[in-house]
């Protein structure tokens, strides 16, 4: 099976996959489009920007548990490990990871923000000129293959920053599954996660003070108009954070602050004053719950370090 978007151009490939992703998601009764396209290299900068405010939490306490704990998740992770990261983006914790490993075999940063990908690439060329660092620009929710010359030594799928929170339940299932399928026999994975608390905490960590969770979420219409020639009006909607406890999860949304129409490839698309797009889910998770859902996808969940607040979540997975 090919890398989908190795083969072709990928900028071609991705166009048309968001495009087809915006019309059908704006067809919908309740607008919606995939969280994956918020990452262009304007997003990748905007969320770099996320993860140093005051109220974004999650990464400034995985970053603690990975320090406190690394020595232990080296030996998790066993000499020689190749690491095959997932959402890899600017890759900032995989270095406290990476420093850690005795002799890593290879690094493979994957990610759908191509151009974003390579610059993260060529950063951690510089700063262990001794690893094999092979990028892959895939969609991780589609099935892709991990290129044939990477090392066939013992696999550690790297999957921090909750990224597994964007996906629902059955998405999470396709990803660990193929995870596991990538790992290969007496493969392995170190998994971070948000977990559950108090609404205080949560909602202003998706809406800061500084509005730089609103100009991320925005971009995602001013990237419509960039890259599909639409004609969204981004002063018409502002950035919405809401709790969704149904699905445990917290959702953000576009509000149209009007009744508009955008046109998109010759698509018109209505919105009523108030009406939504919903953006992003991030799922926050109960630690005993995610080794069931490991489990389905034929993990077995041997390992579990926390921050001293039980805010978040990193686990070692094995594979059954
Ligand atoms: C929340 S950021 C996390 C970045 C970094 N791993 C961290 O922990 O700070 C999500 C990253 O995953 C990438 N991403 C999101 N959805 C993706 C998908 N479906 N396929 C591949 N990469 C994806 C984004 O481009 C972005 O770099």
Redesign the pocket.
């Known amino acids: 099976m090919p890398n989908v978007l190795d083969t072709v151009d990928p900028r071609t490939v991705q166009r048309e996959a968001f495009l087809r992703d915006v019309l059908a998601g704006l067809a919908k009764p309740r607008k919606t489009l995939?969280?994956?396209w918020?990452?262009d290299d304007a997003?990748?900068e905007l969320?770099e920007q996320i993860?140093q405010l005051a109220e974004y939490y999650p990464?400034r306490t995985?970053i603690s548990i990975l320090r406190e704990h690394v020595d232990e998740m080296s030996s998790f992770c066993g000499p020689g490990a190749v690491v095959l990261?997932?959402?890899?983006?600017?890759?900032?914790?995989?270095q406290i990871l990476l420093a850690a490993l005795r002799t890593p075999g290879a690094y493979v940063p994957?990610?759908?923000?191509g151009a974003?990908l390579l610059t993260t690439a060529e950063r951690l060329r510089r700063r262990f000129p001794q690893l094999l660092v092979w990028p892959v620009t895939?969609?991780?929710?589609a099935a892709f293959e991990i290129p044939r010359g990477v090392p066939q030594q013992r696999r550690v799928v790297f999957?921090?920053?909750?990224?597994i929170g964007?996906l629902d339940a059955a998405e999470a299932q396709q990803f660990l599954r193929q995870a596991r399928r990538h790992a290969g026999k007496g493969g392995a994975a170190l998994i971070?996660f948000d977990l559950r608390k108090s609404l205080e905490v949560l909602l202003p960590a998706y809406d800061d003070a500084l509005g730089v969770t609103a100009a991320f979420d925005l971009n995602l219409l001013a990237r419509i108009n960039r890259e599909l020639g639409g004609n969204f009006d981004l002063d018409g909607f502002r950035h919405e954070a809401r709790w969704n406890e149904s699905e445990s999860a917290v959702e953000m949304h576009l509000v149209s602050l009007r009744t508009q129409r955008a046109r998109i490839d010759e698509q018109r698309f209505a919105f009523a004053a108030g009406e939504t797009i919903h953006t992003e889910s991030s799922r926050k998770y109960e630690l005993a719950d995610f080794g069931v859902i490991a489990a389905h996808a034929g993990w077995r969940m041997t390992r579990q370090w926390q921050d001293e607040q039980g805010h978040f979540a990193v686990v070692g997975l094995e594979v059954n």
């Open positions: 995939p969280s994956r918020l990452y997003g990748c969320f993860t990464t995985e990261e997932y959402g890899a983006g600017a890759a900032i914790k995989t994957i990610d759908i923000a974003f895939a969609d991780f929710t999957f921090p920053g909750s990224t964007n971070g």
